[in-house]
């Protein structure tokens, strides 16, 4: 068995778009990807690919899923195989153990730091927004820094106090225990006596989110003027964060950079809050360190291309273009646009609009090569041996390229702008490369002698990477795929409203449903609800099961995988629910998921609100109206039979049974009329 966590491991790394291109020959469209299915005769390209949510659709013959599925239909594999031949093309290392019982601790106090990093966001944010010295302070920076209130909200800016607001009494009061507390890099122990007390106060708190939303750590800048204080603190390496693989703003960014097809990378919080309230939402920071392989991979999960925005400091540009050339090795295209000298990203973003910004960069964008060509030529013009070393120097940034087409291109170009002849260059880029590939094959070898001579070596294991609680279900190598006919409908007039009370569960089940206060229906009122709470009470209350057994799966599945969800917003919780079913190894169970929320298909309620209204604002119409339907048609089914029951009694002359019949053909008849009532009146 491949234990979760390197399956786990193996997922976060495809990107579906890679793995589907090595079979088929897809093209951009949108934040989409667009080919010929391979699944039937397809003479216009019917087959939809997106890299944000994994997942690929024929809108032709209705093949559906995600990278495991495709290779499990494509190239005929069983889960098993799909997923070792996934980890063999990302380089992952299979791991086949059950969790020891170290594994298991470990696993829990990571979940366990994520939470106290998530009740810290929430407690800071609380203090901003709820308390005197918050809006004094905090609440007053950030407006004079522009930032609009709904911007505040949406990074989840907050505001670190001194005494008596300290994080470490509050966190302890509610429960959190000091070494969660201590781990995830917010408080710190005073030697001696043990006592906890707060890394950041007087500051205002930047929120740092993993790329699937949780907080993992945070940036907190003091608003004193003293010298002697540092101007920013920053939590420390972690289990739960490593800056080197960590992008401020991915989250609220990924989906605006795979339409983009473009992450625009600036170096600091500002810089990124304020371009996002402009309007340029592919915005993401290396927080003010160079990029590491680890964050352009990150970036390269959603686009190949990268535009990288200075400011006039030539100096500081100067220092980071080493940085890049491993943007290049990892195959993306890199252009880079200079800001006026009196402006950074911050402050163009605040002082020009939407549109000006994007033609600004547009009109300024310049290939990095070629910039980073002109910048140290101005200055080598003269010297000779300076000459030499800015030709060698951008050589050895064109030898990374690995499109062999591109770095030709490249290679013209520079012995151009040079006076060389491109073959000088060329035996250059290949002396380079070769050495690089020995320097490789060195490195390989000496990894492999180290695992032979040092037994238990981790050297070949895969680098950390960021670890998401368990989204998986229990499986075993062993167990068999279960057959599709185990999931024949069994009554088809229930189909209906049982998978579209599944469509609710897996789009919307931790969406909250609002409620007016004078709307009723027929459940017990309750001033806010989660879809999936609503429609688990309002079936427990009737005591009724899902009679088809695809949807009472589903439905018993994702009850079962709720306790171990975290806790984050609705939006975040659903991907993982998604995830959860489609790369799942139940085809029947990822076929029907994906069905749901890929197809058009005749959901009685939803089709008339969708026509009027966004579908996550009807919820609290369209979620009981679905129960209530759902409740009816049992009814309805109730009373048929009753009906034939009691046709048998007057043959049979049971008159006792054929008065309890009649009886409840009349109760059921009542409670039909008032759900049919019920249901009108929404």
Not at 263 to 289: K, L, P, R
Not at 412 to 429: G, R, W
Not at 602 to 607: D, K, N
Request: charged share 30%; with cysteine.
């Amino acid at each position: 068995m491949i234990d979760r966590a390197t399956v786990e491991k193996i997922l976060d790394a495809v990107r579906i778009e890679e793995v589907i291109g090595d079979f088929v020959s897809l093209r951009k469209r949108g934040a989409n990807y667009l080919g010929l299915c391979p699944f039937h005769q397809d003479k216009n390209p019917s087959m939809s690919v997106s890299s944000t949510k994994g997942i690929f659709k024929c809108f032709a013959c209705g093949k559906a899923g995600n990278a495991v599925t495709f290779l499990m239909e494509h190239e005929h594999l069983t889960y098993w195989e799909a997923l070792r031949y996934l980890a063999k093309k990302y380089h992952i290392e299979i791991v086949e153990k059950e969790e020891t019982a170290e594994e298991i601790a470990n696993r829990m106090r990571y979940e366990s730091m994520l939470v106290v990093s998530e009740y810290a966001q929430k407690f800071y944010a609380d203090i901003l927004w709820n308390t005197e010295v918050g809006k004094a302070i905090g609440l007053s920076y950030f407006r004079e820094r522009k930032f609009t209130d709904e911007t505040i909200r949406k990074f989840g800016l907050g505001y670190a106090a001194s005494r008596p607001l300290t994080l470490s009494a509050a966190a302890l009061k509610a429960g959190y225990k000091k070494e969660y507390l201590v781990g995830a890099g917010l408080c710190l122990e005073r030697e001696g006596t043990g006592e906890l007390y707060d890394r950041f106060f007087d500051r205002v708190m930047f929120p740092i989110h993993s790329i699937s939303g949780r907080v993992i750590a945070f940036g907190g800048r003091t608003l004193k003027t003293d010298k002697s204080v540092a101007k920013y603190v920053n939590s420390p390496q972690s289990e739960i964060y490593d800056k080197s693989r960590s992008l401020y703003g991915i989250f609220q960014a990924k989906n605006s950079i795979a339409k983009a097809d473009k992450c625009i990378m600036v170096e600091g919080y500002a810089d990124v809050i304020s371009m996002h309230q402009a309007g340029v939402t592919n915005v993401v920071a290396s927080s003010g360190t160079s990029l590491t392989v680890e964050q352009i991979r990150l970036v390269k999960r959603f686009t190949d291309k990268m535009t990288i925005i200075y400011d006039g400091d030539e100096a500081g540009i100067k220092a980071s273009l080493r940085g890049i050339d491993l943007v290049l090795e990892e195959g993306l295209s890199v252009k880079v646009v200079l800001l006026p000298p009196e402006d950074d990203p911050d402050s163009f973003a605040k002082s020009h609009s939407l549109v000006e910004i994007q033609e600004y960069i547009e009109e300024n964008e310049k290939d990095f090569i070629t910039y980073k060509s002109d910048l140290l030529w101005k200055d080598s013009e003269r010297d000779p041996i300076r000459r030499s070393q800015v030709i060698r120097d951008i050589v050895q940034s064109v030898s990374v390229v690995p499109d062999p087409i591109l770095r030709n291109v490249y290679v013209e170009m520079v012995a151009e702008k040079f006076e060389m002849k491109p073959d000088a260059i060329l035996a250059t880029i290949g002396e380079l490369r070769r050495r690089k590939r020995a320097l490789e094959r060195s490195r390989r070898r000496f990894d492999q002698a180290s695992e032979t001579v040092i037994p238990g070596s981790t050297r070949n294991l895969p680098e950390p990477e960021e670890l998401i609680p368990e989204d998986l279900p229990d499986t075993d190598v062993s167990t068999p795929p279960v057959q599709p006919d185990r999931y024949a409908v069994k009554d088809a007039y229930l189909a209906v409203p049982e998978r579209e009370l599944v469509y609710y569960l897996i789009k919307f089940g931790e969406y909250p449903l609002h409620f007016e206060e004078d709307m009723y229906y027929g459940a017990e009122q309750r001033p806010e609800i989660t879809v999936s709470q609503y429609i688990h009470d309002a079936l427990s209350d009737d005591d009724l099961v899902f009679v088809n057994d695809l949807y009472r799966t589903i439905f018993d599945k994702y009850y079962a995988y709720l306790v171990t969800l975290p806790r984050e917003d609705c939006e975040a919780m659903q991907q993982r629910v998604i995830r959860y079913f489609t790369a799942g190894e139940d085809p029947a169970i990822s076929r029907a998921v994906l069905d749901l929320i890929l197809e058009e298909h005749p959901l009685t309620v939803r089709t008339y609100e969708e026509s009027i209204t966004p579908e996550e604002q009807a919820l609290a119409r369209t979620v009981p109206k679905t129960v209530l339907l759902y409740k009816l048609r049992i009814t309805e089914q109730q009373c048929t039979a009753t009906t034939k029951q009691i046709t048998l009694a007057q043959r049979g002359g049971e008159n006792d049974t054929l008065r309890e019949l009649v009886a409840r053909l009349q109760l059921l008849n009542t409670v039909k009329t008032r759900l049919s009532r019920e249901l009108n009146r929404l």
